[in-house]
Nanobody, 122 residues
Framework: QVQLVQSGGGLVQPGGSLRLSCTFS????????MTWYRQAPGHQRERVAS???????TYLDAIQARFHISRDGAKKMVHLQMNNLLPEDTAVYYC????????????????WGEGTLVTVSS
């Protein structure tokens, strides 16, 4: 059973930076694409950034290069570096892992972290 444990987050002033981390365990790391989602109050959950097993990263258009996603295979971690944060980035951020290995019996299955609150406010 895959488990995702998140760290980071908190309160930051506009223009500041934060780094979110997510530690993966209980599965085969190289089977999973990793994604960060966020959900702001009164809004639907949206995909912020994804990184494939092969290291290809994609981002929400609104992020506009302010965020950077990376994965560390040795530590089985995924990070989201968030720079020049805006008040509209305030949300609960969730780590997601999706099995992308077609030969796996768990192909397509997703797992979620517990969520971490990011508040951007002066």
């Amino acid at each position: 059973q895959v488990q995702l444990v998140q760290s980071g987050g908190g309160l930051v002033q506009p223009g500041g930076s934060l780094r979110l981390s997510c530690t993966f365990s209980g599965g085969i790391w190289n089977y999973y694409d990793m994604t960060w989602y966020r959900q702001a109050p009164g809004h639907q959950r949206e995909r912020v950034a994804s990184i494939t097993v092969g290291g290809i990263a994609t981002y929400l258009d609104a992020i506009q290069a302010r965020f950077h996603i990376s994965r560390d295979g040795a530590k089985k971690m995924v990070h989201l570096q968030m720079n020049n944060l805006l008040p509209e980035d305030t949300a609960v951020y969730y780590c997601n892992a999706q099995n992308k290995y077609r030969q796996s019996p768990e192909y397509g299955k997703e797992y979620w972290g517990e969520g971490t609150l990011v508040t951007v406010s002066s």
